[in-house]
């Protein structure tokens, strides 16, 4: 059985493994603690906050089919929520997300869909692969304390394509990736007891330093708890990713507290994450990239819309090219 090394367990990664595993010897390499990508999930207890993505929407029906088993068990359900859309300080919209027209999420946690999907593959956590080598037309790949892992037959990169880059020197599609670009982001997370006061569940913002807010109600050991998560916008992040990270949290707070006209201060709990590579500037269409000289596969939801059924087609997309490249008679 042909052997294969994917790098990165976000969903992109999982997919691939997923429909691969049949069929090829998997490995799969994550530099983080824990598996999940933009699909994580930070603990800090009696909080937990899905700090990447906070929903998704399912509009391909292979993407439907794919998760078929995780919709049966109720991982994946409809986010029946009250959105509403801020400008100006002022709400413009209302909507009540409702069963078969809203989106979903997972149960209990979002990183619970990428747990399910890893629960067949051994993973190697917290490393990250900083060099790849060819010997005898045979991959080898080497982490960051200079750890050898091989031999492969195929190499997939399904991290972001800046990452792809620092890895691979030579590949037919590296110009074409280079130009790729990704906005940054930061991700607010806030611990209170209770805030009653806030009547929505989450609220898009136009035109201010913050593009989005969820907050998440909750009742542990007969307390009542409050996640909240509050993402700056793109331009907001890309000016100030220097900035000192203090200042960045005290700024975030006071411009949600001023756009839903709610005192944030008083939090119990505070954390500031960046996301360098957070959504591709660009929704691409490339499905995945495939070199069938070289075996080596780059894709990612960067490749597509940049969202979590995008990543599940680039993985689909690279998953029919390998096979076909592997098996043709």
Known sequence: ????????????????????????????????????????????????????????????????????????????????????????????????????TAPYIAYPKMNSVIKYLADEFSINLSCKITRIEKISNEWFIYDANSNEYGPY???????????????LKSFKYLNII??????????????????????????????????????????????????????SSYDYAEKNEFKNRE???NYLIN????????DLSNYKHNALHFWRYAMSEKKNKFGSFIDNSYRVIVCGDWCMNGRVEGAFLSA??????????SFKK
């Not at 059985?1 to 994550?30: C, D, P, Q, V, Y």
């Not at 037959?153 to 890895?167: A, G, H, L, R, S």
């Not at 411009?255 to 709610?262: L, Q, Y």
């Open 1 to 100: 059985m042909k052997k294969i090394a994917i790098i990165g367990a976000g969903m992109t990664g999982m997919t691939i493994s997923s429909i691969l595993r049949k069929k090829f010897n998997i490995t799969i390499f994550e530099k983080s603690r824990g598996v999940g990508g933009r699909m994580s999930t930070r603990r800090a207890e009696p909080y937990f906050f899905n700090h990447g993505a906070q929903y998704f929407k399912i509009t391909n029906e292979k993407f439907r089919a794919f998760l078929r088993s995780l919709l049966n068990e109720k991982i994946i359900r409809p986010w029946n929520a009250n959105y509403v859309e801020i400008k100006n300080k002022v709400i413009i919209k209302k909507e009540k997300w409702e069963n078969s």
């Open 316 to 325: 689909k997309d690279a998953a029919e090219k390998i096979l076909k490249n």
């Open 153 to 167: 037959d195929w190499v997939i990169f399904t991290i972001p394509p800046k990452q792809v880059t620092e890895i």
């Open 255 to 262: 411009t949600a507290s001023t756009t839903i006209d709610v």
């Open 178 to 231: 280079k130009k790729i670009k990704m906005r940054s982001c930061f991700t607010l997370m806030l611990g209170f007891e209770d805030m009653k006061s806030i009547k929505f569940d989450a609220a898009s913002i136009v035109d201010e330093d913050i593009s989005w807010f969820v907050i998440k109600k909750f009742k542990r050991n007969n307390c009542f708890y409050s996640n909240i998560l509050i993402n």
């Open 247 to 249: 200042q960045i949290r």
